[in-house]
T-cell receptor, first 115, second 117 residues
């Protein structure tokens, strides 16, 4: 197991509601990336946070937003939930410094169901 | 934009056999990494093996090895002496380092590998 934790494990929300998912990064890591994995699909990159700022973003609308805290933990917020937001949300932490390779360590994910 | 294609939705082999999972990718980048991740039913994504594009030598990790063909943009995973615990979804993934890694990983749709006893 990695040292990346996510909460909650499962979540059920109603269309139109807002949701916050949480991720604690592995010790020594300063970067958090979020991915959405729909059923039967590979994960899709939502965004990445480094030094408490959004560092990169995939093809997701602005209602997907995030935060990174001084301890490098992170939140993913989704507003105005839609049925298609039902998915497994994965958080991955890594260390960004000098050098080219920053392995991403994944958490166990949060299963979000929107009804 | 980069794309990763895995053309085998599901594969099934007998325990102890060797199996090869296919992956092709498309990119105009020259500096990138390729990965194979394993996702068992527990959902935790686990890195199996990685390959730096600038290295010609194929990566090997115990029973896992890759066949990296840069010109053909092909990156297959070979699992030797397969074990029941290898049963999982396997994802091929790509990341470019021209943007410092901030573009995130691009994943294929996955191959469901079943090891039969």
């Amino acid at each position: 197991e990695t040292g990346v934790t996510q909460s909650p494990t499962h979540l059920i929300k109603t269309r139109g509601q807002q949701v916050t998912l949480r991720c604690s990064s592995q010790s020594g890591h300063n970067t958090v990336s979020w991915y959405q994995q729909a059923l039967g699909q590979g994960p899709q990159f939502i965004f990445q946070y480094y030094r408490e700022e959004e560092n990169g973003r995939g093809n997701f609308p602005p209602r997907f937003s995030g935060l990174q805290f001084p301890n490098y933990s992170s939140e993913l917020n989704v507003n105005a939930l839609e049925l298609d937001d039902s998915a497994l949300y994965l958080c991955a932490s890594s260390y960004t410094g000098t050098g080219g390779f920053n392995e991403q360590y994944f958490g166990p994910g949060t299963r979000l169901t929107v009804t | 934009a980069q794309t990763v294609t895995q053309s085998q939705p599901e594969m099934s082999v007998q325990e102890a056999e060797t199996v090869t999972l296919s992956c092709t990718y498309d990119t105009s980048e020259n500096n990138y990494y390729l990965f194979w991740y394993k996702q068992p039913p527990s959902r935790q994504m686990i890195l199996v093996i990685r390959q730096e594009a600038y290295k010609q030598q194929n990566a090997t990790e115990n029973r896992f090895s890759v066949n990296f063909q840069k010109a053909a943009k092909s990156f297959s995973l070979k699992i030797s002496d397969s074990q029941l615990g290898d049963t999982a979804m396997y994802f091929c993934a790509f990341i470019s380092y021209s943007g410092g890694g901030a573009d995130g990983l691009t994943f294929g749709k996955g191959t469901h590998l079943i090891i039969q006893p």
